[in-house]
């Protein structure tokens, strides 16, 4: 029974249900069971982090620097930005919703690729937007051409979210860029740089050089601490723009609310690179294996760049999904397909077996159907 629903503001009234707000279930695991379905780092902190963590938990009386101004002064010098450039929030996905908080009125078109990081809808849907999702092409890639054809007078935003979520698919920099540069400048462009760390691609480059190029257009590059850098828990993200659109970010209640000790372990964390090189390195092995057996295996998969692969197999996704779970080990089931984040070795390995376990049952049953 909808009690209270016309309380709401107009667009949550009329918002489709979320599929993060339908579900029950907890998304807390007992330590045993292999999380491959949320792109979290198993690698968790490096060294200097860590230690910052241990301190920082010593007083968590203390309010957190409104500013964080530590943090933001070693983002600026790690990606050889100004102070000014930068602008934080409790995560990436708070920093999304300020979107909607400073920029949506209702009407406003916001356009994005479809499969992506529902995020973006849901903030679009939050604040009256008219979606306009722009299919991705059979092998998963962005159809660019058509999102630029998609813009009209009332665009106000459009996202790619660079490698891909939930594709792990990825746009080579130059042609991205080209793309950025046709954007009329009536439009906010989001270029969401959440698992670029994670590309191997030596041609890549982040899309931050165009601002700090100076490009004469609205342009906003974000990125999170909570996938290479192993702090989802933390809530720490930040994203990199020009100073007049920083400054705007501050309006965002969101824009203070970074715990105390998510900037310290944070500020920290950009010091460690070392850290996030070996993991990339890792990631990029396990990438690899991880492809090439299910690949093997029968399985239809899409090239990542990413810390996550997005596969078909040959059987029913949600069939491949449950068995997966009895023992264990839990992966995603977006879009009739499966995801599944890249662990430490021993957890894909483990995955890897179970899948073969999984489809030589199944070729079994086609064989000798009942
Ligand atoms: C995980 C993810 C984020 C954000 O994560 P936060 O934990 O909120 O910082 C943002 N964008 C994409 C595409 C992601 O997959």
């Not at 909808?2 to 489709?16: A, H, I, T």
């Not at 620097?65 to 050889?80: G, H, M, P, Q, R």
């Not at 209702?106 to 356009?111: A, N």
């Not at 839990?330 to 390995?349: C, D």
């Amino acid at each position: 029974m909808q009690k209270y629903v016309e309380l709401l503001r107009d667009p949550m009234q009329v918002k489709p249900e979320s599929l993060r707000a339908a579900r029950q279930k907890s998304s807390s695991t007992p330590p045993h069971v292999y999380r491959l379905n949320y792109n979290e780092s198993p690698y968790g902190l490096g060294p200097a982090s860590q230690a910052a963590l241990e301190e920082a938990i010593k007083t968590p009386y203390v309010y957190p620097d409104w500013f964080s101004v530590e943090l933001k002064t070693n983002l600026a010098k790690l990606y050889d930005m100004k102070f000014e450039n930068v602008v934080v929030g409790p995560g990436s996905s708070a920093m999304i919703n300020m979107l909607g908080e400073l920029f949506i009125n209702p009407g406003d078109e916001f356009i994005f690729g479809d499969p992506s990081y529902e995020a973006f809808r849901d903030v679009a849907n939050d604040y009256g937007a008219v979606t306009v999702p722009i299919p991705l092409d059979d092998d998963m890639n962005y159809d660019l051409d058509a999102m630029l054809a998609a813009i009209t007078d009332k665009t106000k935003i459009l996202v790619v979210v660079n490698p891909n979520n939930p594709t792990g698919t990825y746009i080579d920099s130059a042609k991205l860029e080209a793309f950025i540069r046709k954007i009329p400048k009536h439009v906010i462009t989001v270029i969401d740089e959440a698992y670029m760390e994670f590309v191997t691609d030596e041609k890549s480059y982040s899309m931050m050089k165009l601002v700090k190029e100076g490009i004469d257009k609205p342009l906003i590059i974000m990125r999170t601490f909570s996938k290479i850098y192993g702090m989802a828990g933390l809530r720490v993200g930040y994203a990199i723009t020009d100073p007049d659109m920083a400054d705007h970010f501050g309006k965002s209640s969101n824009a203070w609310n970074v715990s105390f000790i998510g900037q310290k372990t944070a500020a920290a964390a950009t010091a460690d690179q070392d850290h996030v090189t070996a993991v990339r390195d890792i990631n990029a092995q396990e990438r690899a294996k991880v492809t090439a057996t299910l690949r093997d295996l029968g399985c239809r998969v899409f090239d990542s760049q990413s810390n996550f692969i997005l596969f078909k197999a040959p059987i029913d996704n949600m069939t491949v999904y449950s068995k997966l779970e009895e023992k264990d080990v839990l992966i995603g089931a977006p879009i009739g397909m499966n995801r599944v984040s890249l662990g430490k070795p021993e957890m894909n390995e483990k995955f890897l077996q179970i899948m073969r376990e999984i489809l030589a049952d199944a070729a079994l049953c086609e064989k000798n159907p009942a």
